[in-house]
């Protein structure tokens, strides 16, 4: 088979194909990169072919190699292609994966690649772009990978997942999926969806009247005859059909499980025709959470799924849940998925639990990579805490170090004013160990009661003790990033400071004499003289917020050093634009990391 790997720029593409070299090794697979093909023919970089000749001559030219290397082909091929290439043209016969990731539509800012539209600020550019590729590889992708965010080079685990993933070698999934009717839109979908998952250990396939039709409800009663099944009711005027249709009658008999939602009506008529032991009652209006005990009695299982606003209400559903937890599901929900870790903790701990291998039906339902990351059942784990944290690399960075311990790792959103109400909580529920980002290395601190340290981004829990330990690796990392620059102190005048918030101290520490300057307003902070001074280096220590300003387009340093590694931060869009030199802050963030595990280490030593 001919597999086509679609997905927006920056993505991964390239560097996905090189692991799957290493995951497919020893088979009779051909690897083509379009863009190195055209590199190749062209004997130019692409930056020079978008200069010299356009986008519209760069397309064409990948039109015509991709059909190239389709006529070529005589063994299976797995083939690369740009961001903007005609997804609609690829062959009905070759299969496409779209490899997405969280963050693609934030925008990115590539320093190494062509501008397309100099005209509009580099996020504009990508973003308009983006959002229509989205709805062109949403209709033409046959599976969809949703990767994590990080860097797989020598974690083991996860590179063992995704493996397992792509090579359709999946083994005692466990959970639920919601068979969408996207994956039905061709045989081809279907059959692959099959491959991917049917006789895998998947606990239920969840069937939803409301998505699919009671043709396809049929025909995948009778395409997963070894599967257990599970009928979710959300259309009212279906339950009849349910109940004396002879159709429906025998889909009822097929299915293992029927979840009946409160919103719907009593259960009291389908309870007495399928029986309590068949029937699950499920509520998602947190309002009328009383009635759930009211029919409790009609069904052999209940399903809790409300929208849960904070932690003080999601304490409230895990109790519930805990008080017969072979006979209560929880699955609290959000419009940004920020219960996602929640759902990853109670793996193995609740009969129902949802994954999802694309959009899914919930934002909170924890993707395939992130569920099988997830071994289950544990009783302690560990966390990113901050806000946001959904583009976190912490999970990916420190997977292989949990294993071990047998531990998920999952990234808690907390606002800046639940930091009081989630500890307590996270601390009942099983963390362990934590890494602390903005807002809360202060709170972080104050939560250890440390003599010396005023910012705090990495915690232990002691439990023989019942104290929290901290301590901070920012230093070690910005040490890292900078690399002995600034050593000279008069040189260091010229060394310009942009934000710092919880990373300030940190900064003064390693260098006293920089000049710094708010994000926020643009002026020097008291004390700093910069009359006549322009910067060679800039350290861009400031968030992207409506309230972080630029700096001033008069200055030109030759470098700018970012403690931000997310590819839209604003310090990667200010080097762009002034030409400078640029470092990320991954070189921060792993040196960071990596001084965590041993503060980790010592403190296991210790306790």
């Not at 086509?4 to 990169?33: N, P, W």
């Not at 690369?80 to 994966?97: L, M, N, Q, T, Y």
């Not at 409301?210 to 995948?220: A, K, N, R, S, V």
């Not at 981004?457 to 230093?475: R, V």
Request: proline content about 5%; charged content about 25%.
């Amino acid at each position: 088979m001919i597999t086509a790997v679609v997905g927006h720029r920056g993505t991964g593409k390239s560097e996905l194909m090189k692991r799957l070299q290493l995951y497919l090794a020893g088979r009779e697979i051909e690897f083509v990169d379009l863009d190195v093909e055209i590199e190749n023919k062209a004997g130019k970089k692409l930056r020079e072919l978008f200069l010299e000749h356009g986008e519209p001559y760069f397309r064409e030219m990948e039109r015509q190699l991709f059909l190239e290397s389709l006529q070529k082909a005589h063994q299976e091929m797995y083939i690369v292609v740009g961001a903007g290439f005609d997804v609609s043209s690829i062959p009905e016969s070759v299969r496409v994966v779209w490899l997405k990731r969280t963050t693609d539509l934030d925008g990115r800012i590539f320093l190494d690649r062509p501008r397309l539209n100099a005209e509009v600020s580099p996020l504009d550019e990508y973003s308009k772009r983006a959002i229509t590729r989205e709805t062109h590889f949403e209709e033409r992708a046959d599976e969809i990978y949703l990767m994590p965010e990080g860097i797989f080079d020598n974690h083991h685990r996860a590179m063992a997942v995704e493996k397992s993933i792509l090579a359709h070698q999946l083994d005692k999934i466990g959970g639920a999926i919601t068979i969408l009717p996207e994956v039905l839109l061709s045989e081809k979908r279907w059959k692959l969806f099959k491959e991917r998952f049917a006789n895998r250990g998947v606990d239920f396939f969840e069937l939803r009247d409301d998505l699919l039709t009671p043709e396809q409800l049929q025909m995948i009663v009778a395409d997963l005859p070894g599967e257990t099944l599970l009928l979710s009711c959300r259309k009212k005027l279906e339950s009849p059909w349910l109940l004396e249709a002879e159709e429906g009658k025998s889909l009822l008999s097929r299915v293992a499980w029927v979840d009946w939602p409160l919103e719907l009506g009593d259960p009291s008529e389908i309870s007495a025709a399928l029986g309590k032991e068949k029937l699950i009652i499920s509520l998602h209006d947190r309002d009328r959470f009383e009635e759930l005990a009211k029919f409790g009695h009609l069904a052999s299982h209940l399903k809790y799924a409300p929208l849960v606003e904070g932690f003080h209400e999601l304490a409230a559903g895990h109790q519930w849940q805990l008080a017969e937890s072979n006979r209560r599901s929880f699955l609290p929900c959000s419009p940004s998925g920020r219960w996602s870790w929640y759902r990853l903790i109670q793996k193995g701990k609740q009969v129902l639990n949802f994954w999802r291998e694309s959009h899914g039906t919930s934002a909170d339902q924890p993707s395939l990579w992130s569920w099988l990351m997830a071994t289950g059942p544990s009783q302690t784990f560990a966390a990113v805490l901050g806000s946001p944290v959904y583009h976190s690399f912490t999970p990916l960075e420190h997977s292989d170090y949990f294993f071990k311990k047998n531990m998920p790792v999952v990234a808690i959103e907390i606002g800046r004013e639940e930091w009081g109400q989630a500890i307590p909580f996270l601390q009942d529920l099983g963390l362990r160990y934590a890494a602390v980002t903005a807002p809360h290395k202060k709170a972080a601190a104050e939560l250890t009661k440390h003599s010396t340290l005023n910012a705090v981004n990495t915690l232990y829990f002691d439990e023989k003790n019942n104290i929290w330990q901290g301590t901070s690796t920012d230093e070690d990392g910005f040490a890292e990033l900078i690399d002995g620059v600034g050593m000279i102190a008069p040189l260091q005048k010229e060394i310009f400071v942009w934000g710092g918030g919880g990373t300030l101290e940190m900064i003064k520490k390693l260098l006293p004499h920089a000049s710094l300057f708010s994000a926020r307003t643009g002026q020097a902070r008291e004390g700093c003289d910069v009359a006549g001074l322009s910067p060679k280096i800039l350290i861009w220590a400031a968030p992207r917020a409506p309230q972080t300003m630029m700096p001033p387009q008069s200055w030109q340093p030759s470098m700018v050093f970012d403690l931000n590694y997310k590819e839209d931060s604003m310090g990667r869009e200010y080097a762009q634009a002034c030409g400078a030199n640029y470092e990320s802050g991954l070189r921060m963030f792993v040196a960071q990391a990596q001084r965590q595990r041993l503060f980790w280490r010592h403190c296991e030593e210790k306790s």
